[in-house]
C-alpha cells in the first residue's frame, strides 16, 4: 500500500517559542510563515514517518518591531545568511508520544525530542480529513550558535539559555 502524505495546515497551526527575559518574566514569540509534512503508512493517522518542518526566521513575530528585527541580526539568527529552521524527525511514535528528530538553526544541528500529544482525526465540514498534535520541547539557543548575551548593571541576565519550543499543528490528508 502506498503511503499517505499530510501538510500542515498553516491556517489553523501554530509554532510559538518562549524564553526568559531578565530571567523573572517571559518573552513569547512566534514564526508566521511555515511549512510542513509528514506521511503515514496507511490512511489513518498511525505509523507516522518523514516529518519535515520549515519555519521561515524572517517571519519571527514577538510583537515587539525592535526585538524582532534584532532576533534578525547577527546577534541571533543571521536570516541574510540562514533564512530558515528545519526540522527532520527520525521516529515519530504517536503511541508513546514522542517524536524525535534533527533541528538545524543557522548552521548548527541537534538532536531535538518533543512530547508529543495526539488530537485525533476528523474529517472537517469541508469535507477534508485532518489529524491535530501538539508538541512542545526545549532547547538550549547557546548549543545552536545563538549566543549574544547581556547583563543589567545589577547583574541580571537579559535573555535566558532555555527556549521552550511549542507547536499546535493541523495536518490535512493529501488525496
Given at each position: 500500500m502506498a503511503n499517505t502524505k499530510w501538510v500542515i495546515d498553516p491556517?489553523?497551526?501554530e509554532?510559538?517559542?518562549?524564553v526568559k527575559h531578565l530571567m523573572i518574566s517571559t518573552a513569547t514569540g512566534?514564526?508566521?510563515?511555515?511549512?510542513?509534512?509528514?506521511?503515514?503508512e496507511t490512511e489513518e493517522f498511525t505509523k507516522v514517518k518523514n516529518l519535515k518542518f520549515k519555519a521561515d526566521v524572517k517571519s519571527v513575530n514577538t510583537n515587539n518591531e525592535d526585538r524582532d528585527t534584532h532576533l534578525k541580526s547577527e546577534d541571533f539568527f543571521n536570516v541574510e545568511k540562514f533564512s530558515e529552521i528545519e526540522?527532520?524527525?527520525e521516529k515519530f511514535d504517536v503511541a508513546a508520544g514522542t517524536i524525535e528528530g534533527k533541528l538545524t538553526?543557522?548552521?548548527t544541528t541537534n538532536l531535538l525530542v518533543l512530547m508529543l500529544d495526539f488530537g485525533?482525526?476528523?474529517?472537517?465540514?469541508?469535507?477534508q480529513t485532518k489529524a491535530g498534535l501538539?508538541?512542545?520541547?526545549?532547547?538550549s539557543r547557546k548549543e545552536f550558535g545563538l549566543v549574544w548575551s547581556a547583563v543589567t548593571e545589577a547583574g541580571s541576565v537579559v535573555v535566558g539559555d532555555q527556549i521552550k519550543?511549542?507547536?499546535e499543528v493541523q495536518f490535512i490528508k493529501q488525496a
Open positions: 491556517t489553523h497551526s509554532v510559538t517559542f518562549k512566534n514564526f508566521k510563515v511555515f511549512q510542513g509534512s509528514v506521511e503515514t526540522f527532520t524527525s538553526i543557522k548552521d485525533g482525526v476528523v474529517v472537517d465540514p469541508y469535507g501538539t508538541a512542545n520541547g526545549k532547547i519550543l511549542g507547536a
